[in-house]
């Protein structure tokens, strides 16, 4: 029993609560044991059978996802339940990655479960902590047939989760450069845009460090993927002197988005799905890709410790790699899908509807922003891995330009 | 009169707007206050004495009339520049300041050099005794201490006139007593003009050079105490001012008949009010002389009150006279309740109200 | 005198401007409550619509969302002021053991970063194994608004003469009697004044919630999930009618004031 | 019971902080002496380094957080004062009504607040846009992402909290102790100077309390409404916390600046000529 827990429970005298000093050495006691390491080496093949062998169906499924991620009438799950008879919780509870890790961290460190069956997590630090330290569930590989088949091959072989072992992806995004055509007249192609003294005080760059130490070393003719330590220093002093030389307005987060369409700022590291929905509204946006290269990231769906129902969970994860699922699902976010054949569908789609449907749906289906080319894929590249140390090297590097 | 007045007001009219209707507090009242005068306005709360007082101090701006100090026109000059101080009811001590503070207040507002501050200040905490308390905070003090400074810090600016509202109203009798006393003697003392400002008739008639009666907005009567106590104006005043039996009825040939008996009012005729003070009855068996005024009644209640006695005699009208008997040989009543008597006074003790 | 109510008037004016200040980014999510936008993004005019107003109950997140937030904010703030108008009390009016002490966690209440607050708490609840839901969330909302209900309704303690809760014992109230007849009706502005606060503070908060929220939501929280793929306009509607009964209110509050006197 | 009488009264909230506030803070206090990494572990090993390296590293934040925090505590100040001054003197009977006005826009989201700053202060927006095409501003005139935007969002986020406890002070301020002070020949100017504001000073401290503190400490609005030198030391905790896992970092940072906001709240008390310092801050 914890000291707080036996605290709370034994009978105390009045003296006793005065004691605020008993009670802190309670709070070290509880300290001492809060943040124990526990990284843990891969699960052996074995291990993972056998855990799916002890697992069993059990009807429902609660969906952890970001706000907007899902047609308000909830149809792809509504279908799922119809199919499958499993019901469903779905709830909007991840807001930011650093957070939504930042509050999952202590619970899975203090082996409860975090209440959900599915999490959506970006690919990047807070993703690879979540495998390192032993949090997610690895996936059955043999209850995966509809990902096995409608999944682009892309999405298969990402470098932060080698052979789908912990997850899937949910949908994906390209970060590039987003400029407002109403200010910037010139095409622009180039990362060394960014760079311009001609747009000074009118550059957003991200906040950060990957993405942004991402496109230093892009400018730099680096692959962020091989990158060594070295080059994030050259990557770091690029865009120092971008910085000190005023180009840069402002690190941002999300709000790059409208800042940008306002035209606060002319052009900006941007992701593609935020640039989409702008173009939609008539915002006089446009989102490009790189010559030199952009990155690519995805949103992934995994199972985390100590999940309840992880079969239902699988189950629902793979359910959405049917096509037309997954089509309904892209025409409401109007992100990049990992499953190529939704193009299709939405332009079968297109073709029997009418009006601004139609019109709405044909942007779409054209949009390199939602179906890039091979060309636009031969250019992306994925984020740097990192390991813990290197991390430790990595963030204080672009921290040290993006907080100054 | 030769001397400069102190205080005019002349046909003031204090008005307030509440809620699209217009209240009168005061209706239209003129004073002319010497220097050197011990001057009060007395009436029942809401008669408007204190927005009187206020407009003399400059925290009201009349509605119509104006304000004369010492001759000058000060209707629309702002308080902090009229050579009059107030002694606040609740005396509206700084909380954060010390006695010493407090006191020194106004002068260091007119910029008066540090050492006569120093002089003035330890002077006057002096005269009210508080010499040695000039550290204490007002919330450390007695009610009659906190009253001494309010008076201290008013009068060691040396004001034309001193304004006091309602000062020992919170403070028990025998220190409002004593601070009576001392009052008058602090007024003979440093000679200036004091305007006081209370309820209590018997304050006003210990203390007044002269007194303002007001009722309603209006001033009654003005006069001194003894004018006012023995003359009274109207019949509100006869009523405020001490004890009255007031009796009414139809005079004819200088003789009015009541129920069981007659008051002489010479030179009277037609509709009267005529008041009698309780003292100058006098309470018997017999049938008195001619030549008093009489009446019969029984006695419904006697109250022994020390130095008299208090009796209230029920007439065959019903209604009720009081009358004080000294007890002057020794304490026995002349009647017991329930007893008839004859009251009798004599006919100049009857006074006709407004003659 | 008149020069005097020349600058009252100037500073009644000053006080409006301050709170059209204060209220002009409401005046701007009104206005965008009634945009007729197309797309999920709503930061251009593209024409009126009162649609929003219809369908404002058609995302139940949002609605369950808000329905939480006022729900928290009511009891987080009653049991604040509850507790912090006692503590308060004791600290403006009795000497007693541990004032310093307690002075100085006031103190440190109001200091803690809200992040550090809410990840210690967390942990505190983890360790505990106490479930995060609505509950852990008014205990926290409790925690960090306490201090400023506890500040202003001392403030007002400390100045308030014994003599009159003398007076009413004397007059035979019992103790209850006496806080709440006389006692309270004095400290009322500053309860008052730290009830807002503390419910202004509820409602507001995102920080502290998003760690101790388990997996309910509030307002602030669906809101910020929402910034990344655009807010929809019903939000702008609840925020115009959260504000609309808050005027609401206000006006009836001066209407009453206005008869009673 | 008369003695006990305070012990209860206290009792329910000192419940709630030790458990709530101390024990956690204990925690934080540990930790801050850790090292280690949050894939490996941490271990108590008394770093106290752990301080001196986090204040080393990030001193110029926290310094441009107490000037941040003290220049909006002051606009607060100035803003506010005259407003809390006219509700407690001459709104009458209509006081709830003004002060429940002025905290209104703050029953509604932080978020929805800033995201319609944005749109307001926007460089070419409804305002700033009008002006700029009338010629009345120069073309690259913006407000966001500057000092004076972060400053001044702190104003505007924090200025209830300084107007109350400056209202609550005046509003037992009795009309009557004014007067006096003008009957002693003191003007308006001298009455207020005199009177008015050594009486309301408690509130001025609670009001400063409640808002130099929190501002200081809030990375809200640098993150919203800065630029790229505006990072405040509560966005520096909030990236070693979660982003970088760095918990001891994160938790000596913010003992340092608790510890620094303690000595500034006694240094100012000392100045108001406060003995104790304590019992003000509570005041």
Known sequence: MNPLMRGMTQPRTRRDVFRLTGLSAAGLALAACGVQGQKVAPPKADAVADYWAKQTKNGKVVFANWPEYMPEDKGPLERFKKDTGISYEYKEVIQENAEFFGKADPVLRAGQPLGYDIVVMTNGIQLQHMIELGYVVALDQSKLPNFQANAGQKYKERAYDPGNKYTIPYTSGVTGIAYNTEYVKDDITSIESLFDAKYKGRVGMMSDAQEIGNFGMIALGIDPEKSTEADWKKAGEKLKAQRDAGIVRKYYDQSYIDAVSKGDIWLTMAWSGDVFQRQLAGEPVKFIVPEEGGTIWTDNMLIPKGAANPVDALMLMDYLYQPAVAAELDEFIQFVTPVPAVQDLLREKAGTAKGAAKKALEEMVDSPLMFPTEADYAKLRSYTQLTTQQEQVFNPIFQSITQA | MTELSAIELEDVVKEYHSHGEVVQAVKGVTLDIPEGEFFSLLGPSGCGKTTTMRMIAGFEAPSKGLVRLLGQDVTNVPPNKRDVNMVFQSYALFPHMSVWDNVAFGLKQRKTPQEEVKRRVGEMLEIVDLAGREKRMPRQMSGGQQQRVALARALVNRPRALLLDEPLGALDLKLRQAMQIELKRIQREVGITFVYVTHDQSEALTMSDRIAVMNDGLVEQLGGPHEIYERPATAFVAGFIGTSNLLTGAATGGELKIAGGRVLVPGHDGEVTVTVRPEKITIGTEEPARESSAVRGTVAEVVYLGTYNSYAVRLADGAEMTVFQQNAHDATATAERGDSVWLSWRAQHSYVIGS | ????????????????????????????????????????????????????????????????????????????????????????????????????????????????????????????????????????????HVLFSLSFVVVTVRARVVTLDPSLEEAARDLGATAWGTFRQVTLPAIMPGVLAGAMLSFALSVDDYVVTSFVNGSTVTFPLWIVGAVKTGIPAQVNVMGTLIFGIGVLIAIANAVATRRRT | MRRLTPYLLALPSWMWLAIFLVVPMAAMASVSLQTGNAIDGFAMTFSFSNYADAIGAYSPQLLRSLLYGGLAT??????????????????????????????????????????????????????????????????????????????????????????????????????????????????????????????????????????????????????????????????????????????????????????????GIFVYARALGTENVLEAAAR
């Not at chain 3, 024409?47 to 404002?56: C, D, H, I, S, V």
């Not at chain 3, 369950?64 to 009891?75: E, G, K, P, Q, Y």
């Not at chain 3, 200091?111 to 106490?130: D, I, K, Q, R, Y």
């Not at chain 4, 989201?109 to 926007?122: A, E, G, H, K, Q």
């Open chain 4, 74 to 263: 002051v606009a607060m100040l100035v803003i506010g004062y005259p407003v809390a001054y006219w509700i407690a003197f001459k709104a009458g009977h209509r006081k709830s009504v003004y002060l429940f006005l002025l905290l209104l826009p703050f029953f509604v989201s932080f978020v929805l607040r800033t995201i319609s700053w944005n749109f307001l202060l926007s460089d070419n927006g409804i305002l700033f846009g009008t002006l700029k095409d009338w010629g009345l501003l120069p073309a690259d005139f913006h407000v966001l992402a500057t000092t004076f935007a972060v400053v001044g969002g702190l104003t505007y986020n924090f200025l209830p909290f300084m107007i109350l406890p400056i209202y609550v002070a005046l509003e037992r301020v009795d009309p009557r102790v004014v007067e006096a002070a003008q009957d002693l020949y003191a003007t308006r100017a001298a009455a207020f100077r005199r009177v008015v504001l050594p009486l309301s000073l408690p509130g001025v401290f609670a009001g400063v309390l409640m808002t130099f503190v929190p501002a200081t400490a809030d990375p809200i609005n640098a993150a919203i409404l800065g630029g790229t030198s505006n990072t405040m030391i509560g966005n520096i905790i909030q990236t070693e916390y979660l982003t970088n896992l760095d918990y001891p970092t994160a938790s000596a940072l913010s003992f340092t600046l608790m510890a620094v906001l303690l000595v």
């Open chain 3, 1 to 140: 005198m008149r020069g005097a109510r020349f600058g009252d008037r100037l500073l009644h004016l000053y006080t409006w401007l301050v709170i059209v200040w204060l209220s002009s980014p409401i005046a701007v999510m009104i206005l965008f409550g009634f945009n007729d936008k197309r797309s999920k993004s709503n930061t251009t005019w593209q024409g009126f619509t009162l649609r929003w107003y219809g369908e404002l109950f058609d995302i139940p997140d949002l609605t369950v969302a808000l329905r939480n937030t006022l729900v928290i904010a009511l009891v987080s703030t009653v049991i604040t002021v509850v507790i912090g108008t006692m503590l308060g009390l004791a600290l403006g009016r009795h000497r007693f053991r541990g004032k310093g002490v307690t002075n100085f966690l006031v103190f440190a209440a109001i200091s803690t970063p809200e992040l550090v607050m809410g990840a210690s708490l967390l942990s505190l609840f983890v360790s505990g194994n106490v479930p995060r839901d609505a509950n852990t969330i008014i205990v926290s």
